[in-house]
């Protein structure tokens, strides 16, 4: 399968997918909403194809038609999204349905949305994790694919949290995709 990364910074979910690259999926295009993200110099100096658009430059319609007609040019049949912090419209996710996956930091249904490991260490949780899901219309509400879980320390900041997540991230996202691919 031909697999298109939306992301908007350091782009390292990105890197552990291609990485993780192989019978299932190969990476065509990396695409971000900030042409500053990181992560899209990455991809160039690894080869990949990558666009790169404002939507405060163009209008959201614009960007979103812009990105859609770039990553089709670059043969993407899936999407993963990977630190993409842009809401995609309803009418993107529609031409895309059941074909665009995130990695979000957190065991969904809990901590939707933003700033995900100081709400778990603020609530007592004795656990965080991430879940690679299904995006739909609702803002981290598809189906969950797969979770990976870690213990929330005593002292532990949503920095050394975020950190022991990530680890996770970087597991799960290649093998969960890769299975989803090939169910
Ligand atoms: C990850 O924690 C991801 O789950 C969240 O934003 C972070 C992106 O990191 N949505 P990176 O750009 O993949 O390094």
Redo the contacts with the bound molecule.
């Keep these: 399968v031909k697999l298109g990364i939306l ?1 908007s ?6 890197q552990s997918l291609v990485a993780g690259a192989g019978s299932a999926y190969e990476v065509v295009v990396v695409a971000s909403d900030r042409p500053s993200a990181p ?1 899209l110099s990455w991809a160039l100096e690894h080869g990949i194809a990558t666009f790169a658009l404002s939507p405060k430059d163009v209008g959201k319609a614009t960007y979103e038609a812009a990105l859609d007609a770039a990553l089709r040019a670059a043969g993407a049949e899936y999407l993963a999204l ?2 993409y912090m842009r809401l995609l419209s309803d009418e993107f996710v529609a031409r895309w349905r059941e074909r665009i996956v995130n ?3 957190s065991l969904l249904p809990k901590y939707k949305g933003l700033d995900t490991h100081a709400r778990a260490i603020a609530a007592g949780d004795e656990a965080a994790g ?1 879940s690679v899901h299904l995006v739909t219309e609702e803002l981290d509400g598809g189906e969950v694919l797969g979770q990976a879980e870690v213990p929330i320390l005593a002292g532990d900041t949503a920095e050394s949290l ?1 950190a022991r ?2 680890a996770e ?1 970087h597991r799960l996202y290649p093998r969960v995709l890769a299975e989803w691919l090939n169910r």
Excluded at 9 to 14: A, E, H, I, P
């Design positions: 992301i910074g350091r782009g390292s979910n990105m992560g990977a630190g990695i979000h930091p991430c975020a997540v990530l991230e």
